[in-house]
């Protein structure tokens, strides 16, 4: 097994607080909203995975003794890919899940005009976007929007879309725009959300 | 690819981190002179130093730095990157059939004496991308693929961003994955070249555009829409950068990494709000 101190990137001697600071870095990098419907979403999993792993591992290992008896909870979220059984495009889903993006815009594409509905406009812009086709899946995915406003999926794909518009990593400001906020700070909001959340239940599953 | 949008920010680099970056610089010129000629030297791009440093990174290949002469400045003393693969080489291939394929669509749009002058140089280029050719087959094939592609999107004028950028943020992505050791890293490997490929053809474009506008000449964002084109193409490249950042994370890189996250997170952007402004201000004079 590797050595979890090796996965975080710290040394054996580190302080708790150098730790948990390591693993909230990693778990931002690798976190899944930055890969929502990218090619790359499985690797980020596992890396994600392993660093949980590691985390947990030197938690145990620090913790033998001290006798904390919260449990983990580890919310991982399935709302990606969670309400696609029920829908008539269902075996595009799997296709776009197994990175057959070919075989899924065939079916998508032999769609009646009469049945592309909103859903359908979302697919075509998962197809685009796994292909790096970056403007048209954001055009696919506002008309999926504008027909169904109130469906989360679409809205995230929507937001994760304009949280890259605005690329702001580094902190580096990269033209003060306006135009890129429109929808409001709501993705980075989601984002700020989720991490903090997800940093609390880490103070809790130290134990497990 | 010589474009040179692939460049640090000086200014939030380490000092002894722009010196490793310099040496690169300067290791994969000597290589260039060594394969090629004194001459081939001028293709050197800061795009071929990003590969060299992408190479030599993944490889885990720079194995310290030694000290030398510059050939254009014999006064100049400068450091070399040693490298104990074949980095160097294969960047100083790839700059020499970029260079060439580079050549031949210059020619084909740009003025007499600028033609005169590529129909005298192109002779020497087409022996060396030979020489490339042969080290490096797949390089030479996968710039062709582009070439070609690049040009039958061209032809049809009303082609969108995504088709446009396409072929050469593929040509990228299939270099670059040519280095993965297994099948996870080829993919993160294309999926960052295809993004860096994509901006820097989407750069190209934002660049060239008010002259493409003068020439009449094929240019994606001649059909946008839009009534605030610079915040436009902004969301545009910085989307693709994300979408590089994303999967360079993935590549845990760690040799020049210091150099290589300066130039995702301060150098391609900063350079981005050159380009696109510099855009803005004609506007704004115009409308003056």
Redesign the interface.
Known sequence: MTNPYEVLGVSPSASDEEIKKAYRELAKKYHPDNYAGSPLADVAEQKMKEVNEAYDEINRMRQKGKGTGSSSSSQTSGSYSSNGSTSQFYSVRIYIQRNMIQEAEQILDSTPEGNRTAEWHYLKGMCAFRKGWSEQANSYFTTACNMDPNNPEYRAAFNNMHGQQTYNYGGYNTGGSTYNNASGCSCCDICTAMICADCMCDCCRAGC | MVFGYLQVQKSELLVREFDAYKAVYCGLCKQIGKDYSFLTRLSLSYDATFYTMILMSLEKSCTGFKGGRCKFNPLKKCKFAKCKSDSYSKAAAFSVITAYYKLIDDKKDSGFFKRLLTGIIKPFFGHWRKKAKKLYPELDEAVAKMMDAQFEVEQDSSS????AA?PT?EMLGTVLSFEGSDD?QK??LY?FG??IG?WVYLMDAADDLEKDKKHNCFNPFLNVETD?L??YQ???L??????A???Y??LELIDFKGILDNM???GF??K??TV?YRLQEEEDDKSV
């Open positions: 969108g961003i995504d088709a396409h943020a996870t993919r993160v999926e295809y993004h994509r605030d610079a915040q902004t969301s545009v910085n989307q693709s950068l994300a979408r950042y994303d999967a994370n993935l995702m997170l301060y952007p900063s981005q709000n696109v």
